[in-house]
């Protein structure tokens, strides 16, 4: 019962090159989201997914893209890193996006160098 | 603009003592406020509030919810050590959170 799992949990980058987070879940949810956690600053929804095959923007999505091909699965693109994406990410999971509380992973802290 | 302010940012305190966190909000299409602790890692689930004046109550950790004034509080009594940590308030409106900045506690021994 594996719950949220993220890779990877640490990266370094430099200044332009691209990546990929893989955010997976085995509890059948259908709501996803991936989260961007700066000091003083709480977490911020950059992109989320209510389903199969959807996505949506969230509160900071520039510079980023994501996909949701299965629903078990929600990716995090970073085509041209930049500084100022170093960051801790944290993707959720929701069963039906009402009341409850997320699932979350348990982060990957991102350098841009 | 939805927000979510909590207060205070940072505190230290000594084992034994009783902390208040804050959490005041400005959402539209209102469902829930929920709080987390989040210790290095994962932020990990602690209340969920739905409805003005009852009290959730985990072990020494309590909390309520006022929709009238907009605000929640989280009380930890008789603090320890392992209660050091980030809490973060959130509060869902459609099918999202907004979160808080964060209170950092600090319990020294």
């Known amino acids: 019962n594996a719950g949220v799992t993220q890779t990877p949990k640490f990266r370094v980058l430099k200044t332009g090159q691209s990546m990929t987070l893989l955010c997976a879940q085995d509890?059948?949810?259908?709501?996803m989201y991936w989260y961007r956690q700066d000091p003083g600053m709480g977490l911020r929804l950059i992109h989320y997914s209510v389903g199969e095959g959807t996505t949506a923007k969230g509160e900071v999505p520039d510079g980023y893209n994501v996909s949701r091909l299965k629903k078990q699965n929600f990716l995090l693109g970073l085509e041209s890193a930049a500084p100022s994406q170093t960051s801790v990410y944290f993707c959720a999971s929701d069963p039906d996006g009402l009341y409850y509380g997320y699932t979350f992973g348990s982060g990957t802290r991102l350098t841009v160098v | 603009e939805d927000k979510v302010v909590q207060s205070p940012l940072s505190l230290v305190v000594h084992e034994g003592d009783t902390v208040t966190l804050n959490c005041s909000y400005e959402v539209t299409n209102f469902r829930s406020l929920l709080w987390y602790k989040q210790e290095k890692k994962a932020p990990t689930f602690l209340f969920m509030l739905t409805s003005s004046g009852i009290e959730k109550k985990s072990g020494r950790l309590s909390s309520i919810l006022d929709k009238k004034e907009l605000f929640s509080i989280l009380n930890i009594t008789a603090t320890q050590t392992g209660d050091s940590a980030v809490y973060l308030c959130?509060?869902?409106?459609?099918?999202?959170?907004?979160f808080g900045a964060g209170t950092i506690l600090r319990v020294k021994s």
């Open positions: 959130a509060v869902r409106y459609g099918n999202k959170l907004v």
């Open positions: 509890m059948n949810h259908e709501y």
